[in-house]
Every structure is written in structure tokens, then in C-alpha cells.
Nanobody, 124 residues
């Protein structure tokens, strides 16, 4: 199970930290990712951290503003979001994969387990 939290309403330029608690799997061996889905749009890749390492990947629009991290002791994924903009408004989903390949990292259908999503609203 994946349980995401931390969403809310924030003004442009503000910050939020999302958390996702992961249970039932060997956490350190998982590739972890965040996706988001705005109203009327497809789910899009935001960030990922590769299994067994600290290698991270970001979509261009969040580079330098968002940071993905993991706490293996707590089996939790984090997404620190700074300098938020109205275009960041979306439902944010955490997801994990044990066997994903690098070329599929940004493809939602490559992941088998999803959290319920947490809404982030950025006002201008």
C-alpha cells in the first residue's frame, strides 16, 4: 500500500512537502516516483529516485524547484516542492516499481502500484 499526504493550498512562490508511506514491500529495492495529473490532462512524470541508489530524475519543468528523496528506515518517499507556480496545481501520486527499466521511467503504465493521490493547489 502507498499512502500519500502533504498536499494543500499554497500561494505562488510557496513550498510544500509531500510524503508517501510505503508498506508491504522491500523498500530499498524499489524505484520510487511521483507523477501528477491536472484536471483534464494526462498523468505526467514529475520525479523519480532509482532503486538501491540516490540517482534522481526530474521533468524539466520542476528541475531546481523540486527534490525527491527517500528514507529507507521509514519506508517513505518525499517530494519537496519549492517556488510553486499555478501550473503545478494537480493531484500528485506516488508510485513504486521493483523492476522498471530506465527507458520506461516516465511512463505511468510501467508502474504497478499507486497511492491515492494528494491535491496540490497553487493560487496566483
Amino acid at each position: 500500500q502507498l499512502q500519500a499526504s502533504g498536499g494543500g493550498l499554497v500561494q505562488a512562490g510557496g513550498s510544500l512537502r509531500l510524503s508517501c508511506a510505503v508498506s508491504g514491500r522491500t523498500f530499498s529495492g524499489l524505484t520510487l516516483a511521483w507523477f501528477r495529473q491536472a484536471t483534464g490532462k494526462e498523468r505526467e512524470f514529475v520525479a523519480a529516485i532509482w532503486r538501491g541508489s540516490s540517482n534522481t530524475f526530474y521533468t524539466d519543468s520542476v528541475k531546481g524547484r523540486f527534490t525527491i528523496s527517500r528514507d529507507n528506515a521509514k519506508s517513505t518517499i518525499y517530494l519537496q516542492m519549492n517556488s510553486l507556480q499555478p501550473e503545478d496545481t494537480a493531484v500528485y501520486y506516488c508510485t513504486v516499481s521493483r523492476s522498471i527499466i530506465l527507458s520506461s521511467l516516465r511512463v505511468p503504465s510501467s508502474y504497478g502500484y499507486w497511492g491515492q493521490g494528494t491535491l496540490v493547489t497553487v493560487s496566483s
